[in-house]
């Protein structure tokens, strides 16, 4: 099995167990640039649909625009960026 293939098959267990929280490092890193959007909306989709906390790390700058709130690392202090409230 391919990593992109783990990590949908990841991504796709945390969705069947109903975690009512997901943690996901990186979750795009071994997908295509449209199987990683994909993912990421449907994550959102999830979350807000049903409530759900997703919490994602990433280096991949257009995540952020799937996210209630959005935060850097910048030097080793959290900075908020991007905020719904």
Same mark, same amino acid.
């Given at each position: 099995?391919?990593?992109?293939?783990? $990590?949908r098959?990841?991504v #796709?267990r #945390? +969705?069947?167990?109903?975690?009512s929280?997901?943690?996901?490092?990186?979750?795009?890193?071994? +997908?295509s640039?449209? $199987?990683?959007? %994909?993912?990421?909306?449907?994550? *959102?989709d999830?979350?807000?649909?049903?409530? *759900?906390?997703?919490? +994602? #790390?990433s280096h %991949? $700058? *257009?995540?952020? #625009?799937?996210? %209630? *709130?959005?935060?850097? +690392?910048? %030097?080793?202090?959290?900075?908020?960026?991007?905020s719904?409230?």
């Amino acid at each position: 099995m391919s990593q992109g293939e783990k $990590q949908r098959v990841a991504v #796709a267990r #945390a +969705l069947a167990n109903h975690a009512s929280f997901i943690i996901g490092d990186e979750p795009t890193g071994s +997908l295509s640039t449209q $199987q990683g959007m %994909d993912i990421v909306g449907l994550l *959102r989709d999830v979350a807000k649909e049903e409530n *759900r906390c997703i919490v +994602l #790390a990433s280096h %991949d $700058q *257009r995540i952020a #625009a799937f996210a %209630d *709130r959005v935060f850097y +690392l910048n %030097d080793g202090e959290v900075v908020v960026r991007k905020s719904t409230e």
